[in-house]
């Protein structure tokens, strides 16, 4: 096959050419992802979305196997898992390599959001790219928070009692909402069962979002660390091999990690109490959720008020879909933002903060501590951002992508 | 609806049978779809052998006057306190005015069949505010600044009568229907 500057390609090999001709998917993939223009200056943080992606794929493939041998029962599931860990054959590999997973999709992802809000990547025209990587945050929470109960620990039991029992805060449908959520008085075999099917359901969802965050990717392209529009085709590089080759290089350094985790420190991550069957009468001395979502739960423990408390957790990332309209400057790289570049880091120790705070008891200065980072992030948002944008005067932006390349190779 | 102009509105721009008819279709489809969508929510909830397990009967007379035990009622821990004259005194005296939910203790120590019986306190023993299984039962364990239950896991405390007094919990740990069918035997549920 053989494309030329935008023009249709041709295909040689004829059964290509026939399915083509009905279903164009090798057009498709031609045009998204070989010669699709792409910014030629993308530096590594442009490798997250497709290890983020790998990895989802990983969480399927090694969830379907362990589906296989789990048994959602909670008089069984406990034994199951270590079922899973012991006779089953590779099935101690398929388990590590997904809860360590699990840590590494969520790492990958929160570098990939860091990279979006350090180079403006969520403004025009991109905010329904952005809200749909929002959408997608929110749906591997709720997937991540119904695997963990899954083994039926105690940290699986009281974490997920702790999280039911938030949607009680709800005025008047709360305790029905609840209610429905656990399929009884409590949480019991009931809730696994129903927590077993969304599950195994909701990263299929991700799957179909994912495919939308793609699509809307590619209508405008991708942003880069300039964020300037490519100009031409002077500005840009076809996706393949150039970026293929460059997402394939970050792609093995992180997936090197990733089995450094999984092979020597598969638990390093994780909560020894898990590794205690559920019971109902007792609570562990301390319940807290994996590292990912600890700063949303120190937000909540913050607020000294039930539902003020589960508003604010909310809050904290529905902020992240009206961030587009928030940020009031026009300029998207934070490289020409002179103020507001050191703002995103302080963002970054606060939310460092909140997850310190969150895997501590709710004593003495972390109640402090926890209170004021969760004010500044909202700060950040609320306050900081639209101000900023108006008052902070940005540095002269380069006239195009190529110019700015050049000009630093000159240096 | 009249706003398809010609066809659909009337010569005075009066509502026409095609009006009428695409009103009562879409609300008849309304109705479909709620009432299809009823069982799938009626479907999340507990099933009859779940709600068959529901009461409990418990022999109090080996527990010894400030003795407390757990018993399991519907997949909860149920605390049964055989509470002491002082605690009871205490439980008593507090102003309703200081109680975050205000609630009497003599309210509290009533069974179904509206005897009072303050030396039995019956709750379940979960915490308010997200769920957790407060601290107090046990000999030994922390019982919190009012002398009843304390939750580990965000700090709510409770007095000798279950009631909230401090911490983020909103309301007194709930006293269940429960039934004394003699001095020694109460059934819960």
Request: charged share 15%.
């Given at each position: 096959?053989?494309s030329?500057?935008?023009?249709?390609p041709?295909?040689?090999n004829?059964?290509?050419?026939?399915?083509?001709?009905?279903?164009?998917?090798?057009?498709?993939?031609?045009?998204?992802y070989?010669?699709?223009?792409?910014?030629?200056n993308?530096?590594?943080?442009?490798?997250?979305?497709?290890?983020?992606?790998?990895m989802l794929?990983l969480?399927i493939?090694?969830?379907?196997?362990?589906a296989m041998?789990?048994?959602?029962?909670?008089e069984?599931?406990?034994?199951?898992?270590?079922?899973?860990?012991r006779?089953?054959?590779s099935?101690?590999?398929?388990?590590?390599?997904?809860?360590?997973?699990?840590s590494?999709?969520?790492?990958?992802v929160?570098?990939?959001?860091?990279?979006g809000?350090?180079y403006?990547?969520?403004?025009a025209?991109?905010?329904?790219l952005?809200?749909?990587?929002?959408?997608i945050?929110?749906?591997?929470?709720?997937t991540?928070?119904l695997?963990?109960?899954?083994p039926?620990?105690?940290?699986?039991f009281?974490?997920?009692?702790?999280?039911?029992?938030?949607?009680?805060?709800i005025?008047?449908?709360?305790d029905?909402?609840?209610?429905?959520?656990?399929?009884?008085?409590?949480?019991?075999n009931?809730?696994?069962?129903?927590?077993?099917?969304?599950?195994?359901?909701?990263?299929?969802?991700?799957?179909?979002?994912?495919?939308?965050?793609?699509?809307?990717?590619?209508?405008?392209?991708?942003?880069?660390?300039?964020?300037i529009?490519?100009?031409?085709?002077?500005?840009?590089v076809?996706?393949?091999p150039?970026y293929?080759?460059?997402?394939?290089?970050g792609?093995?350094?992180?997936?090197i990690?990733?089995?450094?985790f999984?092979?020597?420190a598969?638990?390093?991550?994780?909560?020894p109490?898990?590794?205690?069957?559920?019971?109902?009468?007792v609570?562990?001395?301390e319940?807290?959720p994996?590292w990912?979502?600890?700063?949303?739960?120190?937000?909540l423990?913050?607020?000294?008020d039930?539902?003020g408390?589960?508003i604010?957790?909310f809050g904290?990332i529905?902020?992240l879909?009206?961030?587009?309209?928030?940020?009031?400057s026009?300029?998207?790289s934070?490289t020409?933002?002179?103020i507001?570049?050191?703002?995103?880091?302080?963002?970054?120790?606060?939310?460092?903060?909140?997850?310190?705070?969150?895997?501590?008891?709710?004593e003495?200065?972390?109640?402090?501590?926890?209170?004021?980072?969760?004010i500044?992030?909202f700060?950040?948002?609320?306050v900081?951002?639209?101000i900023?944008?108006?008052?902070?005067?940005?540095?002269?932006?380069?006239p195009s992508?190529?110019?700015?390349?050049?000009?630093k190779?000159?240096? | 609806?009249a706003?398809?102009?010609?066809?659909?509105?009337?010569?005075?721009?009066?509502?026409?049978?095609?009006?009428?008819l695409?009103v009562?279709?879409?609300?008849?489809?309304?109705?479909?779809?709620?009432?299809?969508?009823w069982?799938?929510?009626?479907?999340l909830?507990?099933?009859?052998?779940?709600?068959?397990l529901?009461?409990?009967?418990?022999?109090?007379?080996?527990?010894?006057v400030?003795?407390?035990?757990t018993?399991?009622?519907?997949?909860k821990?149920?605390?049964?306190?055989?509470?002491t004259?002082?605690e009871?005194?205490?439980?008593?005296?507090?102003?309703?005015?200081?109680?975050?939910?205000?609630?009497?203790?003599?309210?509290?120590?009533?069974?179904?069949?509206?005897?009072?019986?303050?030396?039995?306190?019956?709750?379940?023993?979960?915490?308010?505010?997200?769920?957790?299984?407060?601290?107090?039962?046990?000999?030994?364990?922390?019982?919190?600044?009012?002398?009843?239950?304390?939750?580990?896991?965000?700090?709510?405390?409770y007095?000798?009568?279950?009631?909230?007094?401090?911490?983020?919990a909103?309301?007194?740990?709930?006293?269940?229907?429960?039934l004394?069918?003699?001095?020694?035997?109460?059934?819960?549920g």
């Open positions: 096959m053989a030329q500057h935008g023009a249709p041709v295909f040689n004829r059964v290509v050419a026939w399915i083509d001709h009905r279903l164009p998917i090798f057009s498709y993939i031609e045009k998204e070989h010669t699709f223009p792409t910014p030629k993308f530096n590594y943080f442009w490798n997250f979305g497709a290890i983020a992606t790998v794929v969480m493939v090694t969830g379907i196997v362990l041998n789990y048994q959602p029962n909670s069984l599931a406990f034994a199951s898992v270590e079922r899973i860990m006779d089953v054959p099935g101690w590999l398929m388990r590590y390599m997904h809860m360590t997973g699990a590494f999709f969520f790492a990958a929160y570098i990939h959001i860091f990279r809000l350090y403006g990547s969520y403004k025209p991109r905010e329904l952005w809200i749909l990587g929002v959408v945050l929110l749906l591997m929470m709720a991540a928070f695997g963990y109960v899954l039926w620990g105690q940290m699986s009281w974490g997920a009692t702790v999280i039911t029992n938030l949607f009680s805060a005025p008047v449908v709360g029905s909402v609840v209610t429905w959520l656990w399929g009884g008085f409590a949480v019991d009931p809730t696994l069962n129903r927590f077993f099917a969304l599950h195994y359901l909701l990263p299929f969802i991700i799957v179909a979002v994912v495919a939308l965050h793609v699509v809307a990717l590619h209508v405008h392209g991708s942003n880069n660390p300039l964020g529009d490519p100009k031409g085709p002077q500005d840009t076809p996706f393949h150039y293929t080759m460059k997402d394939g290089f792609l093995t350094i992180f997936l990690i990733y089995a450094g999984v092979f020597f598969p638990n390093w991550l994780g909560e109490v898990n590794y205690v069957q559920a019971n109902p009468l609570t562990p001395n319940i807290v994996e990912y979502l600890l700063p949303f739960y120190a937000i423990r913050s607020i000294p039930k539902l408390g589960v604010a957790m904290s529905a902020i879909f009206v961030l587009p309209w928030l940020d009031t026009r300029v998207r934070c020409f933002r002179p507001y570049k050191w703002f995103v880091f302080v963002l970054v120790i606060d939310v460092l903060v909140l997850g310190y705070c969150g895997a501590h008891p709710p003495g200065g972390f109640v402090i501590a926890s209170r004021l980072a969760t500044y992030y700060f950040h948002f609320l900081l951002l639209p900023l944008g108006k008052i902070e005067r940005p540095l002269p932006l380069p992508i190529a110019d700015a390349v050049l000009k190779k000159a240096v | 609806m706003s398809s102009g010609s066809i659909s509105a009337g010569a005075h721009g009066d509502p026409t049978r095609r009006d009428f695409f009562a279709s879409g609300a008849m489809a309304a109705v479909g779809a709620i009432a299809t969508a069982p799938f929510i009626n479907n909830n507990p099933a009859a052998d779940t709600l068959a529901s009461s409990v009967e418990v022999n109090v007379k080996p527990i010894a400030g003795q407390a035990i018993v399991k009622w519907r997949g821990p149920v605390f049964i306190r055989h509470r004259p002082e009871i005194k205490e439980a008593e005296d507090v102003k309703l005015s200081e109680l975050p939910d205000p609630e009497t203790d003599n309210a509290r120590v009533t069974d179904t069949a509206k005897k009072v019986r303050p030396e039995w306190l019956i709750v379940v023993g979960v915490c308010t505010h997200l769920g957790c299984v407060p601290l107090g039962t046990k000999p030994g364990d922390p019982r919190g600044e009012y002398g009843g239950w304390f939750c580990p896991c965000h700090g709510s405390q007095d000798t009568s279950g009631r909230i007094r401090k911490g983020p909103p309301k007194n740990l709930a006293v269940p229907d429960y004394f069918s003699s001095d020694s035997l109460v059934k819960i």
